[in-house]
Structures are given as C-alpha cells and as structure tokens.
C-alpha cells in the first residue's frame, strides 16, 4: 500500500489517516500503533524540514509480511543524509546538560526493530521495520 | 484533532493528538509560562518528538529561572513508555493516569 503525501507539515494528518487504514486492514495489534504513528511523523518530518523548498511528493509505503511491518519513505529530491546515523543524545543527564531536540530519531531507533537508509543521486529511501510480536 | 487550554491555577491541559503540525499552538502557551505548573495529560493521546523538546526546552528554562519546573500528570500507558524511553522520569515529576 502506497501513497504520495505533499511535503508539509499539514500533511501529516492525512499521513495518520492512511497509516489508520492500513492498520485496521491488516488487523494490526493496538499495541503497535503508536510506534508505528511515531515513526512515520519523525521520518516525514525530517524529509519536510531539511527540504522545505521542494516541492516533490514524500512517497510513504506500508507492508506486511507475515509478523514483520515494513514502512518506507521516498523521498525524490533530497540531499544525501543517513538519518540512520544520527547522532545519539544522552538520556541519563540531569535537565541542566539536557539538550532540547535531537530526541525523534533515536527514539524511532528504540521504537522499531531495524532502521535502513539508500541513497541513489537525489533520491532516499528510508527503510524501517517492525517485528508484530 | 488537538487542544490546548491553560485552566485554573494555571494548569496546561494538553488534549487529542500533538504532532509536528501544532508547534506554534503549543509554543505559544509554553513560552509564555513563568512559573512551575501542573501539565495535564488525561486526555492527550499522542505526541510526537516536538512536543517532548518543547517539554525539555520548557523544564530547562523554569528550572534555571525558578528552581521548579514542570509536573506531568495522568500520563497515558503509550505516553510514559516513550518518556520512559526518553529519560524523562529522571528530569520530570511524572504521575501516570490510572484509569
């Protein structure tokens, strides 16, 4: 099941929507949705951030396979960047070395089970994957 | 669909879904807290990485100016497993919702 989403932030709720369906048909545990609303808005959102002046579509696409599900995102005019490798921030610090932001990839990372990135010229793809058990 | 209302005592009441889409609805009332306050949860069921940047960004500045800062009540299930995972119980006072 697949999806072009503008890139905006007032997309997202149309993003939800579709992640919405896709759960219900697939007859995905509760459990799962909200990592998987999570996820999606971090990867989408960055897509957005770091490319607001373009205006090519995110390509967002959801799977299942047996207990494995599968979420893309392509983006069509990015700049390179592995968003796999963003750096971690600590979370064992008191609030005064706490650093605002940076938190959203790092938590997807703990959220799903595998994270993959490809780049081919202008183009990336975001792979992440969780496990339905 | 998302809220937010600043109630008696100053009381944030955070309700529906807060996502990337809300940043300015939601820095507008936290930039504007001055003092510690109570940030009710009851009725939020979602919050994306935005809105806990602003909670940190929110509890690091009360906390320099006031000595205080931000107390989380009736957090949902799904909510403290991501502040769980976040480290968030060891910079905020969090009381999670019991139903």
Redesign the interface.
Known sequence: MQKRFPRAFDALADVFRFADDFLAVEQVDPRHHYAVHFALEEVFTNLVKYNPGSRQEILVGLDRASDRLLITLTDFDATPYDMTRAPERRTDVSIEERQPGGLGLQLTRRLMDDMDYESNGRQSRITLTRMLR | MFDIKVAEQGRVVLAG?L???Q?ARVNAVFDGLQSPCVIDMKDLE?I???G???L??T??RL??RTGG?LRLVNVNR?INE?FR???FH??FEIEAHTP
Do not use: M, N, P, T
């Open positions: 879904r996502d990337a889409s940043e979602y994306s990485s935005l806990l940047g602003i940190v960004r509890q690091k906390k320099a800062g799904h991501l995972l976040a480290g060891q910079i």
